[in-house]
């Protein structure tokens, strides 16, 4: 081998190590560019939402307990949404899916186009809770007064919620309702 091949050689290992080197960092600093573009693009979809309903907040509780009462035994999740809510249209639509088991307001074809909120699975839940609960006792007077012996029934559906795991609000349930018929299909309808 003569000098210009070793020289031409050496030169092309040189550079395949160079381009084996930079590669990953080009490929890194691209990802990272992504990342960062992704972000701001979420950034951007937090500042041009709407603010989202709290559900739990805007359940109306006052006389929540007597529009209960006049629901008949077996209400339909609307009957039951407008109770919790009356006259507030834009929550008993954004409540609705929670209850009649669709969750639609929930899926998105588009991932890139969801926002998430910390809070939001945690309002689902409750939101959910109170109105199972609020179909399981409607029409009911024994049931919502026993409810009202824990603060009513937003307050009953709120710690049947918040309870660890699916045995924890079954026993909590059974607590303040007593072993009724329906009561693991309530639990069910409160997160499990």
């Known amino acids: 081998m003569n000098r210009t091949s070793l020289r031409i050689s050496s030169i092309v290992a040189l550079t395949a190590a160079t381009v084996a080197v930079a590669a990953p960092m080009a490929t890194a600093a691209e990802g990272q560019h992504a990342l960062q573009a992704h972000h701001a693009q979420q950034t951007q979809q937090v500042e041009n939402a709407q603010d989202p309903i709290d559900l739990v907040a805007a359940v109306d509780e006052v006389g929540f307990e007597e529009r209960l009462l006049a629901l008949p035994s077996n209400p339909t999740p609307q ?31 588009d991932p890139e186009n969801v926002v998430l909120y910390g809070w939001w699975d945690t309002t689902k839940r409750v ?44 026993k909590l349930a059974i607590a303040i309702f007593g072993n009724v018929t329906g009561i693991t299909g309530m639990v069910k309808g409160c997160g499990g």
């Open 127 to 170: 939101a959910s809770c109170i109105g199972a609960v609020g179909a399981f006792v409607a029409g009911n007077a024994l049931l919502i007064s026993k409810a009202a012996k824990y603060g009513g029934v937003v307050k009953g559906a709120k710690l049947i919620a918040q309870a660890g795991n699916r045995e924890e609000r079954l």
């Open 79 to 109: 009957q039951v949404v407008e109770a919790m809510y009356p006259g507030n249209a834009e929550a008993q639509e954004a409540a609705l899916p929670l209850l009649d088991g669709s969750n639609q307001a929930f899926a998105s074809a």
